[in-house]
Nanobody
Framework: QVQLVESGGGVVQAGGSLTLSCAASGRTEYNYPVAWFRQVPGKAREFVIHIHNDGRTSNRRAFRGRFIISRDNDKSTVYLHMNRLEPQDSAVYYC?????????????WGPGTQVTVSS
């Protein structure tokens, strides 16, 4: 089992930047993919970006060039760097872990952190 906690959410003006953190605990090895998802009220949770243990990343086309993911394995933490934020980026952002290592089955989730982008 792993416990994930997101932090770094808040209110930012359109065009600004924000970095979210996802800290993991409860498991000795930090060798699994971690992803970021987001959800707005009334809509399904959507995949944003993920990173494998070896640093390989994959994200949705809509976020390329604006959202960047990185990880610090020594700190068991993954970061989501969000740039040129738009009001439609307002959502609850969740990080998730795929303990099986495939990058396709995220079953461990954090409680989420709210991001609000004001126009």
């Amino acid at each position: 089992q792993v416990q994930l906690v997101e932090s770094g959410g808040g209110v930012v003006q359109a065009g600004g930047s924000l970095t979210l953190s996802c800290a993991a605990s409860g498991r000795t090895e930090y060798n699994y993919p971690v992803a970021w998802f987001r959800q707005v009220p009334g809509k399904a949770r959507e995949f944003v970006i993920h990173i494998h243990n070896d640093g390989r990343t994959s994200n949705r086309r809509a976020f390329r060039g604006r959202f960047i993911i990185s990880r610090d394995n020594d700190k068991s933490t993954v970061y989501l760097h969000m740039n040129r934020l738009e009001p439609q980026d307002s959502a609850v952002y969740y990080c998730a872990a795929d303990l099986g290592g495939t990058g396709r089955n995220y079953t461990s989730w954090g409680p989420g952190t709210q991001v609000t982008v004001s126009s």
